[in-house]
């Protein structure tokens, strides 16, 4: 089994920044894709940024510019550097990672945190 754990959520005026936090822990081999999603109040899960095995990165139209995804493979961390907050940031944020729990046993498992709460005061 894999746990992710985030961390680094909170309170933050507009304009602020926030860094969030995801350590993988358990039985990996690897990781391939690691990401980072939110769901605002009433709203779906939606795709915030990811970031490749390889370091290749997709970011939302809506945080190009301001948020930067990043990882440590050494830690098993990805981070997501979040710039220039606004309200509607406002989301319970959930990491995302793809792993490979053996060399011996091929494919991925998708995992998920338990999602950590961000609010942007105006």
């Known amino acids: 089994q894999v746990q992710l754990l985030e961390s680094g959520g909170g309170l933050v005026r507009a304009g602020g920044p926030l860094r969030l936090s995801c350590v993988a822990s358990g039985s990996i081999f690897s990781i391939n894709t690691m990401g980072w999603y939110r769901q605002p109040p009433g709203n779906q899960r939606e795709l915030v940024a990811s970031i490749g095995a390889g370091g290749s990165t997709v970011y939302a139209d809506s945080v190009k510019d301001r948020f930067t995804i990043s990882r440590d493979d050494t830690r098993k961390t990805v981070y997501l550097q979040m710039n220039s907050l606004k309200p509607e940031n406002t989301a319970v944020y959930f990491c995302?990672?793809?792993?490979?729990?053996?060399?011996?046993?091929?494919?991925?498992?998708?995992?998920w945190g338990q999602g950590t709460q961000v609010t942007v005061a105006s």
């Open positions: 995302n990672a793809h792993v490979a729990s053996s060399k011996y046993a091929p494919g991925l498992f998708e995992y």
